[in-house]
């Protein structure tokens, strides 16, 4: 089986070796699984770019998202992508993009491998933040997992089957590039009302906004609903989703600790996901 990666060097196709399971090109370029568990598939020269979140602030947001707070979301990505999965061939590439910690990717692969069996599925992890795929390595994430920038993916053209976006903004033409013809990316966008009333301690005063979509206009889209629901969280619970947020820089110390010093009462979580296909 041929691989959908190429070198980030010469951009020539990867192949792995049966033994070391070391990737190689024609000329020679060699990328080996690290001791943290992930391929550097970066050219010599390039600068490892740092994750914002710290290593208290990842475990602060695993152990969170373990705890099952978002239990509505994961239901409704693992029935999407598996409806998705299903309609491609027996033999599907996988493509995370901005993986973090392969917490969703984890819980979609585990439905879909109880309730789809046939299908054969290579997934691939991909993430600028070393210690992002340092912790989805720790977890056993059921993927091959991949440094590299956002700017040049290591994957050939037309190379996957479905791209999944769920702890990042789509930006740039790279998911678009690696996608097939009749590919689909399943993108998560919080909507504006996600996080309300930590959002409020954050910008003071906040006014009702209709959902605005942003995705590049070469795709459209083929399916969207909302997920909405609200949950209790201690001050603590409220600080990693803070942290979390893209909206996360915003927050001073002053804000940062008012966050974390209260619980919040039925916390607004809400997201939009989106089925992406080629116009």
Not at 59 to 65: S, T
Not at 94 to 109: A, I, R, S
Not at 240 to 249: C, G, R, T
């Amino acid at each position: 089986m041929s691989l959908p990666l190429i070198c980030p060097t010469c951009k020539q196709s990867l192949h792995q070796h049966p033994a070391s399971k070391g990737l190689y090109c024609d000329a020679k370029h060699h990328f080996d699984v690290n001791a943290q568990g992930y391929y550097p598939i970066v050219k010599v020269k390039a600068k490892s770019p740092q994750s914002s979140m710290t290593r208290q602030q990842m475990r602060a947001r695993q152990f969170l998202l373990q705890s099952g707070l978002f239990q509505p979301l994961v239901a409704c990505l693992q029935q999407t992508v598996s409806e998705v999965l299903n309609s491609a061939s027996a033999q599907v590439n996988w493509l995370d993009y901005q993986c973090m910690d392969g917490f969703y990717l984890t819980k979609v692969e585990q439905f879909i491998t109880q309730n789809s069996p046939e299908l054969n599925i290579t997934a691939y992890g991909v993430s600028d933040a070393e210690n992002a795929l340092f912790a989805a390595s720790k977890a056993s994430v059921p993927a091959t997992l991949i440094f590299s920038t956002m700017k040049m993916l290591p994957f050939a053209d037309e190379s996957m089957d479905v791209v999944t976006i769920f702890d990042a903004p789509l930006k740039g033409q790279e998911c678009i590039r690696v996608l097939k013809p009749d590919g689909r990316i399943v993108l998560i966008q919080p909507t504006h009302q996600h996080l309300w009333q930590i959002k409020q301690q954050v910008y003071g005063e906040l006014a009702e906004k209709s959902a605005q979509l942003n995705i590049p206009k070469r795709l459209v889209v083929e399916s969207e609903q909302t997920v909405s629901f609200t949950t209790d969280v201690t001050g603590d619970q409220a600080l990693s989703l803070l942290d979390s947020a893209i909206f996360a820089w915003r927050a001073n110390d002053e804000v940062r600790h008012n966050v974390r010093s209260n619980a919040i009462s039925a916390l607004k979580c809400e997201f939009t996901v989106l089925v992406l296909k080629q116009a």
